[in-house]
C-alpha cells in the first residue's frame, strides 16, 4: 500500500508540474489574466466596529448513542462575546431522517446557529465575519433529501439575503467563478500578486439569491482572502473592508475570525469534563475497543 501510496503521489506532482508548464492560454495566461484584475491599494485605517461569527463542536460515541456539545458566538476584537450559543445533547442516529453521520448532522447544527447569531449580530454592527462560504453551504444543503434539514436550515440562512454588513470569508476556496481555469482563482491570484488591495466585486446569482464576490490581500505577502456578500455592493465596499481589518490582521487573516475560532473551540478536555460531568464516566465509548 505503501509503494502505491508513493506511485500516485508521483503521478501527482506530475500533474501540478503539466498545470505549471502549460502555454500562454492556460496556466500563464490566467494568472496574467488574474493580474490585471488585481487592485493594488493602499489602506486607510478605519475605526469600525467589527464582529466575526463562528462555531465549534465536539462528540462522544456510546454504545447506541452519542453526546454533543456545541458552542457559537460572535466575538469582537477585545474577545467580548455576543449572542452566545451553548449546547449539550444526547442522539441516537440521524434527526434529519437524511442518513447523516454525526460529523454531518453537528456541521450542519452549528451552520444553522452561525446563520442566526450573524443576523442577530448585523444589527449593531458595521462589518459581521462569518468563517465559510454561504454558497458553497446552500448548494450542500440542496442536496440532502430531509425536507425537516432543509426547512430549518433555510429558515435561518434566508434573512441574511440582502445584508450588506455580512461576508463570508475563506481562505481556501475553490471558487472559480472570476477566472474560471482548472483550479481556483485564489490560485492564480496568489501567483500574480503579493502586494496589499482586491478584485472588484463580481456578482453572481444563486436560487434568487445575489452574491457580490471578490477577493482580498490584507497584509503584503501574505495569501489573498475570498470574500462573499449576500448583497450587491460596489468597489467602494472592497477597499472599506481592507481599511476596516488591515490594522489587526494577523498574517493576512482577520484577527477577530481568529478570535472567535478560539472562543468556541470545544476541546477533547472539555468534551471529557462534560460527559463525566453528564455521569457517564462508567459507559464504554467506541473507541475502547482500538486500545486492546
Not at 71 to 98: F, Q, R
Not at 108 to 119: C, D, G, K, P, S
Amino acid at each position: 500500500m505503501l509503494l502505491e501510496l508513493f506511485d500516485k503521489a508521483a503521478q501527482l506532482r506530475s500533474r501540478i508540474e503539466g498545470l505549471r508548464e502549460m502555454g500562454a492560454d492556460s496556466f500563464r495566461g490566467l494568472v496574467e489574466r488574474a493580474r490585471e484584475h488585481w487592485v493594488g491599494y493602499v489602506p486607510r485605517h478605519a475605526k469600525c466596529s467589527v464582529l466575526a461569527v463562528d462555531s465549534g463542536w465536539n462528540y462522544r460515541l456510546y454504545e447506541g448513542f452519542y453526546v454533543y456539545a456545541l458552542k457559537a458566538a460572535a466575538v469582537g476584537e477585545s474577545m467580548n462575546t455576543l449572542h452566545p450559543v451553548a449546547e449539550v445533547g444526547i442522539l441516537s442516529g440521524d434527526p434529519y431522517g437524511a442518513f447523516l453521520m454525526p460529523e454531518l448532522t453537528l456541521k450542519y447544527m452549528a451552520e444553522i446557529y452561525e446563520h442566526e447569531v450573524a443576523l442577530r449580530a448585523s444589527d449593531n454592527c458595521d462589518l459581521v465575519l462569518v468563517d465559510g462560504s454561504l454558497i458553497a453551504r446552500l448548494e450542500d444543503i440542496k442536496r440532502r433529501d430531509s425536507p425537516r434539514l432543509r426547512t430549518e436550515y433555510f429558515a435561518l440562512a434566508k434573512p441574511l439575503n440582502g445584508l450588506k454588513n455580512v461576508a463570508f470569508v475563506s481562505k481556501y476556496s475553490h471558487d472559480k467563478s472570476l477566472l474560471g481555469g482548472e483550479l481556483g482563482d485564489i490560485f492564480y491570484l496568489n501567483a500574480a500578486s503579493s502586494e496589499v488591495g482586491y478584485t472588484r466585486p463580481h456578482t453572481i446569482n444563486r436560487d434568487g439569491w445575489a452574491f457580490s464576490i471578490f477577493y482580498v490581500r490584507l497584509s503584503e505577502n501574505a495569501n489573498a482572502l475570498h470574500v462573499e456578500v449576500p448583497a450587491a455592493v460596489d468597489e467602494g465596499f472592497a477597499r472599506l473592508f481592507i481599511d476596516m481589518l488591515c490594522g489587526t490582521a494577523v498574517r493576512g487573516y482577520p484577527y477577530t475570525l481568529m478570535a472567535a475560532h478560539k472562543a468556541v473551540n470545544v476541546s477533547d478536555r472539555l468534551m471529557d469534563m462534560l460527559c463525566k460531568a453528564a455521569g457517564l464516566t462508567g459507559l464504554h465509548t467506541a473507541r475502547e475497543v482500538l486500545r486492546v
